[in-house]
């Protein structure tokens, strides 16, 4: 009786409170905002951007993971973008994050220059980490993208049944893919390396991918519905 009135008056639960912690993780890029091939002027740079992403990696490894990411399939946890700092550090701030989880962070960094006229874009990963309480030491090194791989369609095989999945997807990391049909003028814009259609009738899908102002060749595939 005792138990039941305390849990009458404590309401019990079989689900502890979840452990979260807070950490920051610094970049420095002041040499990418100081050069003068990729910016000119204040009004510039503060249109240059990082955007850290956290995902859980659960069990896979780095190479998994990047894999997963780019076809949308990794859990994000958080997703931060903020301003970069043309004189000290780049800060990105993570709140709330599970504590003992494996991570892995995806930067993408674009740097405006020439007045707004061009983009540089940058991007890299971390190593998977498990998240601990307090300080979190995360080290990024980021790469300069300088072409845009070309949209792959899977499955391959151009026959299929009525309602397939058709994935359309790009191996750059931070691509959006940009697609539409029968070679129509308007394209559908998806803010993301990967994107699904269902195919219910014959099709000719084109698609390409683009990262800042570089773009990758058109690709097409056409469908053929079998009922």
Known sequence: RKHREGCRFRPCSMESELDTTDFSVSLNLQHLVQNKNNLQGRSATEKS??????????????????EEVLKNRLPVVSSVKVPVSPSEPTKVSFLKIPVGINAIIVAECTIVGNGGKTKNCYTGTSDIFEVQRGRNSVEIN?????????????????????????????????AQILYRFDGADEWTEVDASSVTITIKNDVTISARAKVGGMESEEVSADYIVNY
Do not use: H, M, W
């Open 142 to 174: 980021l790469e300069e993208i300088t072409n845009v791989g070309e949209v792959q369609f899977y499955p391959q095989i151009r026959e299929v049944d009525y309602g397939t999945n058709v994935t359309l997807s790009c191996d750059t990391i931070g």
């Open 49 to 66: 951007s990082l955007t850290l992403t956290l995902y859980n990696s659960q069990t896979f490894t780095k190479e998994q993971a990047i």
